[in-house]
C-alpha cells in the first residue's frame, strides 16, 4: 500500500500563487507515475498534471504556462507551483501515484491523497 499526503492549498486572490506538495510513503517503489488531479462540485475529476519516473509530463492545456510540476524520487515527493490562480482553479487537488500499468492491469493499486483545498477568489 502507498500513502500520499497533501499540503500547501489554502485562499488566494486571483492573480497569486500556491504551491502543493505531496509526500508518499509506503510501498513507494511500486510507483510509475505521480501527479495531481482536481475535483470542483458538479465537475468531473480533471488531470492537472504528472509525471512519470522517466520523466515525461503532461499538464492540462488550462494550466500549461502557469503550472508547473516537479518531482523528487528520491524523496518521494511531487509538487505542484500554482501561478498566475484564476478563480476557475478552485478546487480540492488531490494527490495521485500509481505502479505501471503493465504490473497492475486492473487498477487495483491507484493511490490517492485525503484532497487540499484551493480558493481563488476576491
Known amino acids: 500500500q502507498v500513502q500520499l499526503v497533501e499540503s500547501g492549498g489554502g485562499l488566494v486572490q486571483p492573480g497569486g500563487s500556491l504551491r502543493l506538495s505531496c509526500a508518499a510513503s509506503?510501498?513507494?517503489?511500486?510507483?510509475?507515475?505521480m501527479g495531481w488531479y482536481r475535483q470542483a462540485p458538479g465537475r468531473q475529476r480533471e488531470l492537472v498534471a504528472n509525471?512519470?519516473?522517466?520523466?515525461?509530463?503532461y499538464y492540462a492545456d488550462s494550466v500549461k504556462g502557469r503550472f508547473t510540476i516537479s518531482r523528487d524520487t528520491a524523496k518521494n515527493t511531487v509538487d505542484l507551483q500554482m501561478n498566475s490562480l484564476k478563480p476557475e482553479d478552485t478546487a480540492v487537488y488531490l494527490c495521485?501515484?500509481?505502479?505501471?500499468?503493465?504490473?497492475?492491469?486492473?487498477?487495483?493499486?491507484?493511490?490517492w491523497g485525503q484532497g487540499t483545498q484551493v480558493t481563488v477568489s476576491s
Open positions: 509506503g510501498n513507494i517503489g511500486s510507483i510509475d507515475v
Open positions: 495521485n501515484a500509481r505502479p505501471p500499468a503493465i504490473t497492475d492491469p486492473y487498477g487495483d493499486y491507484i493511490y
Open positions: 509525471k512519470r519516473n522517466g520523466g515525461d509530463t
